[in-house]
């Protein structure tokens, strides 16, 4: 099997799926834009061989890349980044190159533009909030109307928290259309809720062969914005509710061979039309494994190895690998430089100890959400999960 893995270089331990695929036989190939010396060696011993491209936005280039491998190797098999920063790219490269191992560019607009996305919802059954493209001031005007401030204006297709507002009141409303970017917005409107995520490894027919849930601070677009500590934890079992939800929506998404990390809200208070204080309402899809290290903290969680599961997968459609069935929380905590804390960073090490399964400095292209420094640790009770986060992101006063 050719299996091409772009940009396998970002984030860090990508290299841990093309490790997994090697040990399963597999004849990885990368392309990306780091050059080859500054690949880790964990990396550079999965691959058998890399494409350096210095502009992967320049789809002439990827073509060339993948058409270079395919005269060298032979038939791609797959085309995968698990980055959904490149995910149109991919559906791309495979229509061009009549890969039929994942969705091809016919597709991909369900799968990215979060308008979009809510007809998937809505054919699953699952409830999600109104939403409005915007197209007119006008328009936008009745929307609101309808829902009422505040409201969530984003880009239709966006990564992230970038470029997000949250809209209160008619002030912020007219200055949001003074300086409206000449990309598709949406509006949406407002849902008090905490952010569960729901994240699976699905096989070729769409059912999931691994299961497992995080929980994120209520509003991202805060963390970016203002700057505020990040923090987040996966959690040792998914409610049997997130559950019947997220199934629901690979069904009707049409998600097959996939790691994806699906975002819900979990109701903190009532809703009319959406639900009642601890219902799970949908928010956006996105077809790769959550993002940063969260991967290796699903393996910290749940006693697992999710690059294996995923590798197993692409090769033999099933999962080999049994669930120990250890599980505990697994915690991330991240500090900004330019704040003070309370405790220093030795004290974090001395009081954590073996604990502490993760520590360092991010990568610039990371601060704005995941911050500078990061500690991960594993805990067994909640109250031990609360004391980590406090202790490490406690200021000074």
């Known amino acids: 099997m050719n299996f091409i893995f772009v940009s396998p270089h970002f984030p860090r331990t990508y290299w841990n799926f093309c490790d997994r695929l090697k040990k399963n036989g597999v004849n990885v190939l990368g392309i990306g834009d780091a050059p080859y010396n500054c690949l880790e060696p964990q990396l550079k011993a999965c691959l058998t061989e890399y494409y350096f491209v210095d502009n992967m936005e320049d789809y002439d280039k990827m073509y060339r890349a993948v058409a270079f491998f395919a005269f060298k190797y032979g038939r791609i098999d797959w085309i995968e980044s698990n980055n959904e920063y490149w995910l149109e790219n991919d559906a791309r490269l495979r229509t061009d190159f009549n890969i039929q191992s994942g969705i091809g560019i016919d597709r991909i607009d369900g799968w990215k533009n979060k308008f979009d996305m809510k007809k998937f919802y809505a054919a699953g059954n699952i409830p999600t909030a109104r939403c409005h493209k915007i197209t007119t001031k006008e328009a936008a005007k009745k929307f609101l109307d309808e829902v009422g401030f505040p409201v969530i204006v984003k880009p239709d297709n966006g990564v992230g928290a970038s470029d997000t507002w ?63 500590d990040f923090s ?55 077809m790769r494994p959550a993002g940063g290290y969260t991967p290796d903290m699903m393996n910290f969680a749940h006693s697992t190895d999710v690059y294996k599961i995923w590798a197993d997968m692409i090769c033999f459609d099933k999962r080999k690998l049994k669930d120990s069935g250890d599980h505990h929380f697994c915690v991330y905590a991240a500090r900004r430089d330019i704040h003070s ?35 991960m640790a594993k805990a067994k009770t909640q109250d031990d999960r609360d004391d980590f986060l406090n202790f490490v992101l406690e200021r000074r006063k």
Not at 192 to 220: N, T
Not at 250 to 266: C, D, I
């Open 166 to 228: 949250k809209i209160s009141c008619v002030e912020e409303f007219e200055n949001f259309f003074e300086r409206l970017p000449h990309v598709q917005y949406v509006m949406e409107e407002f849902v008090f809720g905490d952010i569960y995520s729901y994240d699976a490894i699905c096989d070729s027919e769409g059912e999931p062969l691994f299961e497992s849930s995080s929980v994120f601070p209520p509003s991202i677009m805060d963390v970016v914005l203002k700057q505020i």
């Open 232 to 286: 987040y934890f996966t959690i040792p079992q998914v409610p049997e509710a997130l559950s019947k939800l997220g199934r629901a929506a690979l069904k009707s998404f049409g998600v097959k061979n996939r790691f994806t990390h699906m975002e819900f809200f979990r109701l903190t208070q009532d809703k009319k039309g959406l639900g009642k204080t601890g219902d799970f309402v949908g928010l956006e899809v996105n």
């Open 341 to 375: 804390y309370a405790h220093s960073h030795q004290e974090i090490l001395d009081r954590y100890g073996d604990r502490i399964v993760m520590c360092e400095r991010m990568p610039q292209g990371m601060w704005a959400v995941m911050g500078n420094q990061m500690y």
